[in-house]
């Protein structure tokens, strides 16, 4: 739902079969010479608090992308808030250990965006239009990174009325937010409407960016009712399942009728803006197998770390990101995967790269400092 006008960007591009760029392919995994080294996994369940050792990051993004009334605001993307980005400035405060902006950021989402009769957020804000909340479906991956964030500061701080909040958010996405009995196991909607079954011909569909296991991870600590870990490893098993096509990679949106993932409907069938942040969120977690990271890993690779979108039919870069902070993502896959150090330009913040590539970029920052120190040194 968020980055609309990208992913039909995206999708014009798929068309134009011409273009010099997509000249370049995915290589699948390449023939081996010799037995992969172990992947660099590190899945203790390691609290947030204080985590992010780089003022410069904070400081930067907080100075860029936070007002003074606590509102995230996409650079990207006409500036609009949305509850993605609500729960990554909240999470960003905490790692920063920084509690007034991270009242400030949840003062604000709580009044804005927790207007649904439920503890669930509406998805957009919209400023300059009235009303600013147009649209009152949730997405899951905000309520996600909102709860996750709210669990962190909750025991960072020792706050029971942080712990509270979260508890009350994680409670309703485990009732609403999952499908329990399906094919794939426990499987994650991407928000309440418009994405079951019932609700599409081609449904359910899901996100598996939304998926995001380094909250999966921690909201037991608030929701221990939740099965957190069922959640987790129907993502797992499906990004085995949706290895197919040349590339072997994940889609942004897949389709699951009759448990067989495919391209959903309407959709770029591509790995675009969502689903690079798959590779991300395994990571933080520091869960999985080898099969689950090399088809990221040989994306990584093959583009020298430069982080592209793919057209998943053909397997053909279809765009290059422009923004380096995009490159964070296969720096720390490749971190995992073959031990490489990440380069020293990704290291720290930008002055000038838009909201979405610095958070992926202070994001991995986080998770390779809490989880892979030794690829941020040399």
Request: glycine share 8%; aromatic share 8%.
């Amino acid at each position: 739902m968020k980055r609309i006008a990208r992913l039909l960007t995206a999708l014009s591009l798929i068309g134009a079969a011409a273009a010099p760029l997509a000249a370049q392919t995915t290589n699948a995994v390449p023939p081996a010479t010799e037995a992969p080294r172990p992947l660099k996994l590190d899945a203790r369940s390691l609290p947030l608090g204080g985590a992010l050792k780089s003022p410069d990051v904070w400081l930067n993004y907080k100075s860029r992308f936070i007002t003074d009334q606590g509102r995230v605001i996409d650079t990207g993307n006409n500036f609009v808030s949305h509850s993605e980005g609500q729960g990554y400035g909240m999470l960003l405060a905490v790692a920063a250990n920084d509690r007034p902006v991270f009242d400030l950021l949840w003062g604000w989402t709580r009044a804005n965006l927790l207007v649904r009769g439920d503890d669930l957020f509406a998805w957009r804000w919209e400023p300059g239009q009235r009303p600013a909340v147009a649209d009152m479906n949730d997405a899951t991956d905000g309520d996600l990174l909102i709860a996750w964030a709210l669990t962190e500061a909750a025991e960072f701080w020792n706050d029971t009325t942080l712990r509270i909040a979260a508890r009350r958010i994680a409670v309703d996405i485990g009732r609403k937010l999952v499908i329990n009995k399906s094919a794939q196991g426990a499987l994650l909607l991407p928000a309440l409407a418009g994405f079951a079954a019932e609700d599409r011909n081609d449904g359910p569909v899901v996100n598996l960016s939304y998926y995001v296991f380094p909250a999966l991870t921690r909201l037991s600590l608030v929701a221990p009712e939740i099965d957190w870990n069922g959640i987790m490893q129907s993502g797992l098993a499906l990004l085995k399942a949706t290895q197919g096509g040349p590339s072997h990679l994940p889609g942004d949106w897949t389709a699951l009728k009759e448990g067989t993932p495919k391209a959903a409907q309407g959709f770029p069938n591509a790995f675009a803006y969502n689903a690079i942040r798959i590779p991300l969120y395994l990571s933080w977690a520091g869960i999985g197998e080898r099969e689950h990271y090399e088809p990221f890993a040989a994306w990584a690779r093959h583009r020298r770390g430069q982080a592209t979108i793919v057209d998943l039919a053909s397997g053909r870069d279809i765009e290059t990101y422009g923004e380096t902070g995009y490159a964070a993502v296969p720096a720390l896959t490749l971190c995992v995967t073959d031990a490489q150090s990440v380069p020293a330009e990704l290291r720290s913040s930008s002055p000038s790269e838009n909201y979405y590539p610095a958070t992926l970029r202070a994001l991995a920052l986080i998770a390779l400092q809490m989880r892979y120190p030794s690829c941020l040194r040399g």
